[in-house]
């Protein structure tokens, strides 16, 4: 869901990078340094499972696994995400460094929602745990086109067609990325569980 340089207006490319400065600061605040090996982890995952991506206009459908970075890292999804992406920009010429604050807010912030709203059920057992898990893969797609779709539209209106091709084109991923985050958790629960026990 790399949005390309040259693109987006200014005041949207500001407010990508306000967003995206604020979550950072929180989440390095926020972050626990016993559990770094954690956040490197998803970090790397992240980074691998988005280098496979299928362009779509001005942006790209691939997996985000933010659903997963949300429940299990909470606000230390916001610098995770903004490292992996920096890599792939640096890298691979995924996105830009300019589009790097808004690329960040797509991803980090649906993932921090999905945090506050799926994360309590994930801690439960059974199929509310499962449940939860899909509604935040699904949910942390969702969220992340619907922004992408903003960022077009905001920039100007006649990306609108772009915007409602985005929105169509996740659709699908959003299913594979719940199911995948709930076999995800799922699996974590009966074999790691203290991974799953962070991100406040």
Known sequence: MHIS???LSP???LAGAAITAVGTAIGLKKLDYDRIMTVSLLTATFFVASLIHVPIGPGNVHLLLGGLMGIVLGWSCFPAILVALLLQ???FNFGGILVLGVNTTIM???ALICFYIFRPWVEKNGHKRKIA???AGFCSILLSACIAALALWSTDQGFARAAQLILA???PLMIIEGIITMFTVSFLAKVQPEFLIMGK
């Open 169 to 171: 084109a996740h659709i």
């Open 5 to 7: 340089e040259g693109v």
């Open 108 to 110: 980090a912030l649906p």
């Open 133 to 135: 898990a899909f509604g």
């Open 11 to 13: 005041p949207v490319l």
């Open 89 to 91: 920009s640096l890298f």
